[in-house]
C-alpha cells in the first residue's frame, strides 16, 4: 500500500486580498444582492434582489386588499349584513390578512438568506476550488495489488 502527497504547485490568489466579510454583510444588509455583487457573485443577485422585491410587493399589495376587505366588513356590520355575508367578508379578510403576514416571513426571511449568504461567500472568497483538489484512489504504478492513495492541494 502506496501513499502519495503531492506539494502545491502554485497558489492561486485572487488580487484582493483584502476581501471582508463585514463589509459583504452590511452590503446585504442595506440592499439584498449588493453583497453578492461585492463577492463577485453576479448570478446570485437577481436571485436575492427578485425575491425580496416581489415579496415586499406581495405584502404591500395584501395589506392594501386587507384594508378594504376590513372595511368592507365592518360597513356590513353597520348595516346589519347577514350571518351569510358576514362570513364570507370576514373569510376574504382573513385569507389578505394570511397572505400579507406570509409574504412578510418569505421577505424576512429572504433578506436575512442573503445577508447570511454574502457573509458566507466574503468568508469562502479565497477558498481555493481549483481542480488539483483532488483525492484518488487506485492501484500503484508499481504494484497492481496495491492501493495507492495520492493528495493534490
Not at 378594504?68 to 349584513?81: C, E, H
Not at 487506485?138 to 492501493?147: Q, Y
Amino acid at each position: 500500500m502506496g501513499c502519495t502527497l503531492v506539494a502545491p504547485s502554485q497558489a492561486v490568489a485572487r488580487p484582493d486580498s483584502t476581501h471582508s466579510s463585514s463589509t459583504a454583510l452590511w452590503m446585504s444588509l442595506a440592499l439584498p444582492g449588493l453583497g453578492q455583487w461585492y463577492n463577485e457573485q453576479y448570478w446570485k443577485v437577481p436571485i436575492m434582489t427578485g425575491t425580496c422585491a416581489v415579496s415586499a410587493w406581495f405584502v404591500v399589495s395584501n395589506h392594501g386588499s386587507f384594508r378594504t376587505a376590513s372595511d368592507a366588513y365592518d360597513a356590513a356590520v353597520l348595516r346589519g349584513a347577514t350571518s351569510i355575508e358576514l362570513s364570507q367578508l370576514r373569510a376574504q379578510r382573513e385569507t389578505y390578512r394570511s397572505n400579507r403576514d406570509v409574504a412578510g416571513l418569505v421577505f424576512v426571511a429572504a433578506y436575512a438568506i442573503a445577508a447570511l449568504d454574502a457573509y458566507v461567500g466574503a468568508e469562502l472568497y479565497d477558498f481555493d476550488v481549483s481542480p488539483d483538489l483532488s483525492i484518488g484512489i487506485g492501484p500503484s504504478s508499481t504494484h497492481m495489488m496495491a492501493v495507492n492513495v495520492r493528495l493534490h492541494w
